[in-house]
């Protein structure tokens, strides 16, 4: 079956560091690779994608390229802000089913 | 602006009183979800919609239901509340057949006294 692996938070990082969060994922076929974003006490929205393999998402400085030989799309980001402190999930989807695989989430602690 | 509006934002129950929660949609989307989050976990699926077609998963509770009486509106019915049903519910939306990406509302964090 499908499955996402994220690393452990929560990570706990100075501004203006530089921010890495893994994901490697598990999948028949081929998945469309997503990541999201969760500020306390609101839903998750949709911060980057990418829909087959060396595709590279991006957003609001946030950059995931999605690594076919790795099975992996770590998100990095140069210089994080206080702002950026959130829960982020990474997720996949494939196939013909309509439901979306999550990984358990990172907790990111900004800090001035 | 397009989204997905999720009433009431906070909602408070008594231990096997029906509450509702409610889920609209101005992004015209054929699929929308009902997911379970709590605290510091990652959503649990609950069921969803494609079109009329309800999906239930395998370990959703039978104290949950769902209503989609048409595109843009879809409804979470708990039954009997129980202490372990609080939790914040959210809502998605899809456009489906070839595009999974998913919208979600902001949640309705739901206590049970």
Redesign the interface.
């Known amino acids: 079956g499908n499955s996402v692996t994220q690393m452990e938070g929560p990570v706990t990082l100075s501004e203006e560091a530089f921010l890495t969060i893994n994901c490697t994922y598990t999948a028949t076929g081929y998945p ?1 690779l ?1 990541w ?1 974003v969760q500020y306390p ?6 911060l980057l ?1 990418a829909t087959k393999a060396d595709d590279k998402g991006s957003n609001k400085g946030f950059e995931a390229t999605y690594r076919k030989e790795t099975t992996s799309f770590h998100l990095e980001k140069g210089s994080v802000q206080v702002s950026d402190s959130a829960v982020y ?1 990474c997720a996949l ?1 494939t196939g013909t089913a ?3 695989t ?4 990172t ?1 990111l602690q900004v800090t001035l | 602006d397009a989204m997905v509006i999720q009433n009431p934002r906070y909602q408070v129950t008594q231990f096997g009183k029906p509450v509702t929660l409610s889920c609209s949609q101005t992004l015209n989307h054929n699929v929308m979800y009902w997911y379970q989050q709590k605290s510091s976990q990652a959503p649990k699926l609950l069921f969803h919609y494609y079109d009329k077609d309800f999906n239930n998963e395998a370990d959703t509770p039978d104290n949950f239901q769902s209503r989609r009486p048409n595109t843009s509106f879809c409804f979470l019915d708990i039954r009997s509340p129980g202490l372990g049903d609080a939790a914040m519910y959210l809502c998605a939306t899809s456009r489906g057949g070839t595009s999974y990406e998913q919208y979600f509302g902001p949640g309705t964090r739901l206590t049970v006294t």
Do not use: I
């Open positions: 469309s997503f999201y006490g609101e839903g998750l929205q949709l994608k999930f989807h309509s439901k979306l999550f990984g358990t989430g907790r």
